[in-house]
């Protein structure tokens, strides 16, 4: 009897296929994040409610796949990659979704408003954090095709420039945060300090959106690297 469970299909086709399928549910999850923080900029409680709700679905869809992945993911490979490594590689990106469905708790549980001079900040600190994750999303694109050509040649060339570039935009980001940080210092003797430390924990938060996507993209340099 064929099977019906879509992610054994996938497994049947090939053991990555999963892993790609679980990474671009992730960056869909992501994908929802400036519409969170556009709809907290505004004060539009409806659309952060929707925002929220997109988020926590696709981060449960993206648990879905995580579990499946680790139920089915065989115990040995006759493929140059280590199971180990490709769960440690699923476990980054289900941090992603974490974070992402993290910051949006985050800002359902707290009434927070932004202040005027930190908006246009926030807006692209968050722009390129999702950009960070759609770059992720990318390079995991390509680990069948690194997995074909034994993670050499030019598809390993091309991957490494992938990553070259997600490192570049987290390193981008890593500014952005810093200066949104010195912005909410300004405002430090004029916010509550409870309302400062949720605004530092906020941006922590959107950096981390990045600093794990980025750890997805060195993760699988380590394979070429192997």
């Not at 053991?15 to 556009?38: G, I, T, Y």
């Not at 995580?66 to 199971?83: A, C, E, G, T, Y």
């Not at 060339?157 to 952005?176: G, H, K």
Request: aromatic share 6%.
């Amino acid at each position: 009897m064929r099977s019906t469970n879509p992610i054994a299909a996938l497994f049947a086709r090939s053991p990555f296929k999963p892993m790609q399928e679980h990474m671009a549910v992730v960056n869909a999850c992501v994908s929802h994040v400036p519409h969170l923080f556009e709809a907290l900029i505004s004060a539009d409680a409806a659309a952060l409610e929707q925002a929220k709700n997109a988020i926590f679905e696709k981060e449960s869809e993206a648990d879905g796949i995580k579990n499946q992945v680790r139920i089915h993911l065989p115990r040995s490979l006759f493929l140059p990659v280590d199971r180990r490594d490709l769960l440690e590689i699923l476990a980054v990106q289900d941090a992603i979704a974490d974070t992402a469905q993290d910051i949006a708790g985050l800002l359902m549980q707290r009434q927070m408003t932004v202040p005027e001079d930190m908006q246009a900040d926030l807006r692209t600190l968050v722009r390129r954090c999702a950009d960070a994750c759609e770059q992720a999303n990318a390079i995991i694109g390509e680990l069948d095709e690194l997995v074909e050509t034994g993670f050499r040649g030019p598809e390993a060339t091309r991957v490494e420039a992938m990553v070259q570039e997600l490192n570049r935009i987290e390193t981008e980001t890593d500014d952005l945060g810093m200066a949104l940080a010195r912005a909410l210092f300004q405002h430090e003797d004029s916010m509550s300090p409870v309302s400062v430390m949720f605004w530092y924990r906020l941006i922590h938060w959107i950096g981390n959106l990045a600093d794990y996507a980025e750890k997805v993209g060195d993760r699988l340099l380590l394979l070429i690297a192997r």
